[in-house]
């Protein structure tokens, strides 16, 4: 079994900071890429940031130069650092991870999701 937990949302002012982690347990062989997306009601869920095992990174559009995604390997956490919050940026925010599982027949890539924690910027 293989779980993602989630941690760090809450209420923020405008211009204000968060800092999300999302941890890995289970029994895990390896984590490939380690994402981070975010949903509003009504609309679909986006891609906030990606980083990939190597340590390279990518943003959507929208949070370039105020979202910073890392990620620990030893504690199979990663991070989503958030600065400079504005009220579009209130969501739920979802983490998700390409984790290998030893089976019966050999390594099995998996696409696990996080249960989600709300962010709400106020104005």
């Known amino acids: 079994q293989v779980q993602l937990v989630e941690s760090g949302g809450g209420l923020v002012q405008a211009g204000g900071s968060l800092r999300l982690s999302c941890a890995a347990s289970?029994?895990?062989?390896?984590?490939?890429?380690m994402d981070w997306y975010r949903q509003v009601p009504g609309k679909q869920r986006e891609l906030v940031a990606v980083?990939?095992?190597?340590?390279?990174?990518n943003y959507a559009d929208s949070v370039k130069g105020r979202f910073t995604i890392s990620r620990d390997n030893a504690k199979n956490t990663v991070y989503l650092q958030m600065n400079s919050l504005k009220p579009e940026d209130t969501a739920v925010y979802y983490c998700?991870?390409?984790?290998?599982?030893?089976?019966?027949?050999?390594?099995?890539?998996?696409?696990?999701w996080g249960q989600g924690t709300q962010v709400t910027v106020s104005s």
């Open positions: 289970g029994s895990i062989a390896s984590i490939n890429t």
């Open positions: 980083i990939h095992s190597g340590g390279v990174t």
């Open positions: 998700n991870a390409d984790i290998g599982v030893t089976t019966g027949w050999g390594l099995k890539m998996y696409s696990y």
